[in-house]
Structure formats: C-alpha cells, structure tokens
C-alpha cells in the first residue's frame, strides 16, 4: 500500500498546473474535438492533440528562487539570444547611459509565464502598441507592440523588464500595476504563443549569463549587481 501511495506520489509530480488564463482555450479545443468526433474521427483525434498542446502551452510550474540582495533573475523561460550593451526605448524613462539589455527568445515550448526579476516597486507600467514582426529582428524591440515595467528597487537602482509580441504572439498579458509592489521571482505576465522578453540591468552593471544559454524564469541568474565582477566568460561544448 506504501508503495501504491508512493507511485501515484512520483506519477502526480510529474504534472504541472495549468494557468486559469489558458482554461478557457482549453475548453474551447476540446469542445471542439467532441465535436469532430461525430464528423470525422481522425479530425477529432487531431483536436484532441491540440488540446493537449495548449494545455502543455499555459503549463504554470513552480519555480526555486534564489533570494539574496542584489540577485537578477530571469523573467523568462528560453534561449538567451543577445546580450549588449544599449541606450533604452526612450519610453522606459531610464536616460540615456547605456545599460546591457539581456534579451531572451521564447519557443511556443517553453514555459510562457514571465517573472519578475528583482523585488521593489513598480514604478512605470507602460504598453505600447506596435507591430508584430519577427522577434529576431534587430527592430522588434522598437516597433513590436510590447509592455514595459520599471521595477525600482529599494536601494535606488532601476530594473526595466519588456515583454516583446512576435509574429504569432498577439496578446500580451501583465498582472503587475504602476504602484504595486513585487517580489522577486513573483508571477507578473504571459505572452500568448511565442514571444521575447528583453530585462535592461543598472547602468554599468555586468552579467552571470552568455548568449546561447538557456534561461529558466525565476531561477537562472542572471546578474548579481553586488559584484563588481566583470561579464562571466563561456564556452559552448
């Protein structure tokens, strides 16, 4: 019997909540699917499948996040495309010093539940409408529609996360308000179906992560702005 409750234990640990906002998608897809069913089968069992894939899509896992004063961590599950140094979009009010953008592109199969980098306040909560060209672009992160939040830290210091749409992705999501105050590795947007996230660290401010690396929302670092250390070194092997 211990050994029954120890299975159904490890095979329950192996699903992850769905979030409410991808219930309503996955209500429609499987109404759908009964639907085909009594038309043609092998539609049915093709809406089946992409019920299945949208359930996997607005997957909401918790995350471990390290806690430490001065720890950047990443606000998005994918692959780290660019790391450079750059003036912000004049829309984050951040001047006009250059700041490195860490700019992380997310798969319609990674996690798309952003979060957020550092604790404090948000100071600036800014949507700009706008394109829907591809996120590799070197302009969609100034001509894609996107949502923009100034976190303002307790010790002064100014962190700019911006979620970006692509071509797919149309419909950006953000649960944190001008006003409210977060707390690191805390839940505060989605992007649906593939997108970008840029995070735009304190001027003068190095990072702990390389361009080809992947990134794991809420728990990969990704700066420690209490080190002077220089921008880690890697290598891909």
Do not use: C
């Not at 192996?14 to 991808?22: I, L, M, S």
């Amino acid at each position: 019997m211990r050994e029954q409750s120890s299975f159904l234990e490890s095979l329950a640990g192996h699903f992850v909540p769905v979030h409410r906002d991808g219930h309503k998608f996955i209500a429609v897809a499987a109404i759908l699917a009964l639907i085909l069913f009594f038309i043609w089968s092998p539609l049915g069992w093709l809406a089946v499948l992409a019920t299945i894939f949208i359930a996997y899509f607005f997957r909401d896992p918790d995350r471990v996040t390290p806690l430490r004063d001065g720890f950047v961590v990443a606000a998005a599950d994918g692959m780290i495309a660019s790391i450079e140094k750059v003036r912000p979009p004049p829309e984050l009010a951040l001047g006009d010093r250059e700041r490195v953008r860490i700019e992380t592109h997310l798969s319609p199969f990674d996690v798309h539940i952003n979060r957020v980098p550092v604790a404090g306040r948000v100071k600036r909560s800014v949507y700009i409408p706008g394109a829907f060209v591809n996120i590799t672009s070197d302009k969609a992160s100034e001509d894609n529609e996107r949502r923009a939040l100034v976190i303002e830290m307790p010790t002064g210091d100014e962190i700019a996360v911006v979620q970006i749409a692509g071509m797919v992705s149309r419909r950006i999501i953000t649960f944190a308000h001008e006003g409210d105050s977060v707390g690191v590795g805390q839940r505060f947007g989605l992007i649906r179906f593939g997108s970008r996230v840029d995070v735009y660290l304190p001027p003068g401010k190095s990072t702990m992560v390389a361009v080809g690396q992947r990134s794991i929302a809420g728990e990969t670092l990704l700066a420690d702005l209490s080190s002077d250390a220089p921008a880690m070194e890697a290598r891909r092997s």
